[in-house]
């Protein structure tokens, strides 16, 4: 009843506000009274081995170094903190803590309920909080993959807008070669 009171208050608007702190999140949520409920929602963070070992893991893959640095999740992320030995989604309730300003003693209340289908949506909408509630960040992660890799990138530079000096100044371009490209130009058994 209270999951469904919870899914309820999700859709009609009752959650006030929703705002990120260390490790979790504050929402506010309108109930019975006039004063909205005070909703805390913290994920126990990785320890420093901990996040090294999943980093470990996520670089030594090119498609999750190539997803996270687009700002993608791989789909199949997980798997590779239960690799780990350590799951991102809170599987014991020890890794879970929520806490509720409202009289009810039932934990879930609706308040918190509520607040979970909301955050679901948020986790949606950036990948990267769930890594933020277990303590780093989209920077620190990818700063992390980067220097395991040996990767140069510059997250900063726009690749579509390269200058044209990076191509051959000596080779004619695409568009110029079009109404010539069936014919033999050159001798083809003739190796630069």
Excluded at 24 to 34: E, Y
Aim: glycine content about 6%; proline content about 6%.
């Amino acid at each position: 009843v209270r999951l469904s009171r919870g899914q309820y208050y999700a859709r009609i608007g009752q959650i006030t506000s929703l705002e990120e702190i260390n490790g979790g999140m504050v929402a506010r949520v309108q109930g019975s009274r006039p004063k909205p409920y005070r909703v805390t929602i913290q994920l126990t963070p990785f320890n420093n081995k901990q996040w090294e070992k999943v980093l470990d893991l996520l670089s030594e893959k090119s498609i999750y170094m190539a997803k996270l640095l687009v700002g993608e999740m791989p789909q199949d992320i997980e798997s590779v903190f239960n690799q780990a030995g350590v799951s991102l989604f809170p599987e014991h309730s020890i890794d879970l803590q929520t806490k509720c300003t409202c009289p009810d003693k039932i934990t879930p209340c609706k308040h918190i309920a509520a607040t979970h289908y909301i955050l679901g949506d948020r986790f949606d909408e950036d990948p990267f909080l769930i890594f933020r509630m277990r303590g780093r960040t989209q920077e620190q992660i990818l700063e992390s993959l980067r220097q395991r890799r040996g990767a140069e990138v510059d997250l900063t530079m726009d690749y579509n807008e390269m200058p044209n000096r990076v191509f051959s100044e000596d080779k004619p371009h695409f568009p110029e070669v079009l109404d010539h490209f069936w014919e033999i130009q050159e001798d083809i058994t003739q190796v630069n």
